[in-house]
């Protein structure tokens, strides 16, 4: 296997996340006397720093932007949290590159603590040898961040190591820290996005790829 140490973003990668993280946003806008009644509206906040985001998106100072994180935590950590479901075909590919002696780690800007709860409760936490979040006090929330956190503490090698994630934090972590990236289009991030960002490789499904860590198989990839 040319990568034998894999990293993966969480949301948009790993789990559908939207129900979950866009009515805990919706309930924290409520909070501040923003209404918002369409979720899709929210989307944007799926990947980036949560904080990062209520100060893009709605212009809140620093200190509105973590009073908004707060209240989202309010309905997140035991409601939303579980208003996630995996992506068809995750366990299958995180059990093959098991099995073919891959290091799985992931690698979120979501707080470390929730999501350790989330692999949990989808029965896929065995598979990763690591977890590394951000704490909840936003701390080592920059992909970037984590990613060298990562390769600092497990020394893989770099040219055998890929960051697999829908956003372009992601793939921004990755070209910062040297190692090869894989976007994937199944999650929340678009395709103007990816190829504006430029990731070593472009995957539309969960089918492609496990067939790109599969030797038998040969994928398309996108340019």
């Known amino acids: 296997m040319k990568y034998n140490h894999v990293l993966f973003d969480l949301d ?6 939207k129900i979950g993280i866009t009515k805990s946003v919706q309930y924290a806008l409520s909070k501040s006397n923003i209404i918002v009644e ?17 100060r893009e998106f709605y212009g809140f100072t620093e200190e509105e932007a973590w009073e908004a994180v707060r209240n989202y935590r309010e309905y997140f950590a035991d409601t939303g949290i579980f208003e ?14 098991a099995e073919n002696g891959a290091v799985l780690i992931v690698a979120t800007s979501k707080p470390q603590v929730f999501a350790e709860r989330i692999l949990k409760h989808f029965g896929i936490d065995s598979f990763f040898s690591a977890v590394v979040g951000s704490g909840l006090d936003g701390t080592m ?15 893989p090698v770099p040219a055998e190591t890929v960051m697999i994630g829908d956003r372009k934090h992601d793939i921004i972590g990755a070209h910062n820290n040297g ?27 969960v089918r492609e790829l496990h067939d790109f860590f599969d030797p038998t198989k040969t994928v398309e990839l996108q340019p």
């Open 141 to 155: 929330s920059d992909k970037s961040e984590i990613i060298r956190f990562i390769l600092d503490q497990h020394r």
């Open 12 to 17: 948009g990668t790993l789990t559908d996340p």
């Open 84 to 97: 996630n479901e995996l992506y068809d075909g995750i366990p299958e590919l995180l059990a093959h590159l």
């Open 179 to 205: 190692i090869a990236s894989i976007g994937v289009l199944y999650g929340y991030g678009s395709v103007d996005e990816m190829e504006a960002i430029r990731p070593t490789y472009c995957l539309k499904t």
């Open 38 to 54: 369409n979720l899709d509206e929210l989307e944007p906040f799926i990947g980036p720093p949560l904080a990062t985001s209520f």
